[in-house]
């Protein structure tokens, strides 16, 4: 009888998934709004940002996965729960992530990396051992392992060139008639399916990109902090936003001293280095978490806590930038005709500012979230690096950059994990900076006329 | 002029009191005095006596706001927040709340100057490359050097300034051997190790602010008093650095004045990879050592660098635009 694992929802698990039910009802209201259509149109008429919406979805997609948590029920006539929470992404991910190896091993390697006392037909001598995942399956490694990983990445090209297919199709399908540049998300599409589909047919017998100092799966704790970067990314600027939008509008509004007050607040706020802020932020939690340890069942609650008080630490110290964007914006939009009409008529303050100059300065805050995404998830390496960043036993790519930093000074070099982390990163800021730019052209005619025009036609 | 600097310093005053305030309520109000103490102290049992002890040797065994013992004005002059906060203002930072316990003001001294070495050569080969990186941008504009150099920035900004570290030294240091790979040595020995720091930091910025300055300067190329300096007959080149340069100046200078601040505060990463001994390196020494006397005092010396340096960016303005009157 299969045991009901129990459901735990984190405080980040709340925030992705409320993400993604945001996500399905804006796409849903934008869908019914011809003028708001036609921006978001203009953003995927751009081949990069439909290429890196793209990417972004399933970076998306892996964050969500990994947001679905249980504590899976111990077998016994007790109903006793696993001290340790799984996600779904785990649960996908068991059979690599599952099996831990003793130390550091190599890519697609089947005997550790560092020498140990091996038994060899029973006389104990120094080699590499075998690992306990990696090339298990092999019975004579030297002459089998280079025919297996070119078998194995042959059946995953040819799996992911299946999906890669079935996905060009569908876009096509779905897209070919709307003059967006389809062909583009079909290619990174098909590129990802492509590399997805190595990745899962080599991950069945090997770790693919090695495993750490501590035997763990280099590409499982990759994946893992994808999801992280995203909650950091996502969550920080929403965390911004109440505070920024309220006193920006308020203070452009009124004018007078609560614009001074407001002006008093953001300069006060801006003029501490942000690095220090933070920290002493950070550390005052800290302290805080060493004096209530009844706060949390789990070591997994309380660094999912910690990340959710770093990114509400983040956005309460962030805030300036956009409060000071906004202001500037109402102290223009207020003395537009249709707001002094409604003055006129009677309407009242906080009824003007909600109706009439908020939706004005949507596309402010819009633009600003997107680029502010791509600045948090470098930001969240430096904080890691500094030591006030995600608790070190959640994967982050700040956590897996500063194990690399002493990887790469050994001799031989460990270079999988920073590699690792590079490619992921890289991907993933990338395309949130292409799709950031896509937005902020849309939605900011000012930006247009500065993009690269490729190529002129030539006379 | 005069006038608007003094008032101008007058709300710096204003704002470092708030960030004093604001600093106070952090560490000492979130966290009393007995947390730090038992956090500094460390091990498991720590007893009144030892937290007493260690509050009376750094001043903090007086109440926090308001002393009610005492009568009169020195109910508030006899407080923890009162004795802090003027000797803050009057530089005098006292010792460090580690068990080392070195006085702060000649450690921040001896490491300015250290981390003036780096931020200045650095600060000043900053805003030449990328503006001079963003000049040839323009120059070749609506061309395939244009657009890949704008691809080569993007992917430039999205890299981590770890990666440029990591691989900085790692080639640089381990594989060519050209460099040491960290420390400091005092004196014209020092070149040798702020080189290679000095030209990751570079790198590491120069999409950013080439990006940046792309724009500034296409901004500008659009206007009328460029067709006039076109139109009559001048070169490319020179309407680039007589007319644009000169009239993106005030972009440029927000830009980089937004900088300063993390000028004299060094670069905190760079600074503690490379084992450079200067203030960045000492921020985060003390925040992993949980040393909040210091966290403190930088972030007060931090704010007060940063009204200082907004004041010389205005002053700046007023400098490089005659039509902007400082009242």
């Known amino acids: ?459 | 002029m005069i006038h608007y600097i003094l008032r101008r310093l007058g709300y710096g005053v204003l704002i470092l009191i708030g960030v004093n305030l604001l600093t106070f309520f952090l560490f000492f109000t979130v966290n009393t005095p007995d947390d730090m103490a038992r956090l500094n102290i460390g091990g498991k049992r720590v007893t009144q006596e030892q937290i007493d002890k260690w509050k009376a040797e750094r001043g903090y065994d007086r109440p926090l706001y308001l002393n009610r013992a005492e009568s009169g004005v020195k109910q508030v002059t006899e407080t923890v927040l009162w004795e802090r906060s003027v000797s803050l203002m009057l530089f005098q930072f006292g010792r460090s709340d580690s068990a080392r316990s070195a006085d702060i003001g000649h450690e921040v001294s001896k490491r300015m100057v250290v981390s003036l070495q780096l931020a200045v050569p650095l600060f000043i080969l900053q805003v030449m490359a990328s503006v001079s990186f963003a000049l040839l941008l323009v120059f070749f504009r609506h061309t395939r050097i244009d657009f890949w150099g704008v691809v080569l920035c993007v992917l430039m900004l999205s890299i981590s300034s770890l990666f440029y570290i990591i691989v900085g030294q790692f080639f640089f240091s381990r594989v060519l051997r050209l460099v040491p790979i960290s420390g400091y040595a005092p004196g014209l020995d020092a070149v040798r190790f702020l080189i290679l720091p000095i030209v990751l930091s570079l790198l590491s910025r120069l999409g950013t602010e080439a990006r940046l300055y792309r724009a500034m300067f296409l901004e500008e190329i659009g206007k009328d008093y460029v067709r006039t300096a076109r139109a009559k007959g001048l070169s490319e080149i020179r309407v680039l650095f007589r007319h644009v340069l000169k009239n993106a100046l005030i972009p440029i200078i927000t830009s980089a004045g937004s900088y300063l601040p993390y000028v004299f505060l060094g670069s905190l990463v760079f600074e503690s990879f490379f084992g450079i001994p200067g203030l960045g390196a000492y921020v985060i020494e003390a925040i992993s050592g949980q040393d909040f006397a210091i966290v403190r005092t930088m972030v007060f010396l931090g704010s007060m660098l940063y009204i200082a340096s907004y004041l010389l960016v205005d002053i700046a303005y007023s400098v490089v635009d005659p039509r902007v009157r400082l009242q």
């Open chain 1, 1 to 459: 009888m299969m045991m009901a694992p129990k459901f735990v929802l984190l405080w980040t698990d709340a925030v992705i998934l409320g993400l993604l039910l945001l996500g399905v009802v804006y796409v849903w209201h934008v869908r019914r709004d011809v003028s708001r259509r036609a921006t978001w149109r203009r953003v995927f008429a751009s081949p990069a940002a439909m290429g890196a919406s793209v990417v972004l979805l399933a970076g998306f997609g892996v964050a969500v996965l990994d947001s679905l948590h249980y504590r899976p029920r111990l077998p016994g006539p007790q109903v006793v729960y696993d001290a340790r929470t799984h996600s779904v992404l785990d649960a996908m991910l068991a059979g690599v992530g599952g099996v831990r190896e003793t130390s550091y091993s190599a890519p697609l390697a089947y005997q550790a990396f560092a020498q140990d006392a091996v038994e060899v037909n029973g006389v104990l001598q120094r080699g590499y051992p075998r690992l306990l995942y990696g090339g298990a399956h092999l019975t004579a490694p030297p002459q089998q392992w280079a025919g297996d990983i070119a078998w194995r990445t042959g059946v995953g090209l040819a799996g992911g060139a299946l999906v890669a297919a079935l996905g060009a199709w569908a876009w096509g399908a779905a897209l070919g008639r709307s003059g967006l540049p389809w062909r583009t998300g079909a290619a990174v599409f098909g590129v990802m399916a492509l590399a997805g589909g190595v990745a899962v047919s080599l991950a069945q017998g090997y770790h693919v990109f090695g495993t750490d100092r501590t035997g763990n799966d280099v590409l499982v704790q990759a994946l893992k902090s994808v999801r992280t970067a995203f909650v950091i990314g996502s969550l920080a600027t929403l965390a911004t936003l109440p505070l920024a939008v309220g006193l920006g509008i308020a203070a452009g509004y009124f004018k007078g001293w609560v614009d001074e007050l407001i002006q008093y607040l953001y300069t006060l706020l801006s003029s501490i280095p942000n690095v220090l802020l933070i920290a002493a932020c950070v550390l005052m939690m800290q302290v805080f978490f060493d004096k209530n340890p009844d706060l949390f069942e789990t070591a997994a609650e309380r660094s999912d806590l910690r990340l959710f008080m770093l990114c509400t630490i983040l956005g309460l110290t962030g805030w300036a930038g956009l409060c000071r964007l906004l202001r500037a914006e109402t102290l223009k939009l207020r003395e537009l005709d249709y707001v002094q009409a409604a003055e006129a008529f009677g309407v009242g303050p906080w009824r003007i500012m909600a109706r009439h100059i908020f939706p004005n300065v949507v596309h402010l805050m819009l633009i600003t979230t997107v680029l502010d995404f791509c600045a948090l998830i470098l930001y969240e390496a430096v904080l890691s690096y500094v030591g006030v960043g995600v608790d070190p036993s959640m994967s982050s790519f700040g956590g897996m950059i500063n194990l690399a930093r002493s990887e790469m000074s050994r001799d031989p070099v460990v270079w999988w994990s920073f590699a690792a982390a590079f490619g992921f990163m890289v991907t993933l800021v990338l395309a949130a900076n292409l799709f950031a730019d896509g937005v902020q052209d849309a939605f900011d005619p000012r930006a247009r006329a500065f993009r690269p025009r490729p190529l002129p036609a030539k006379a």
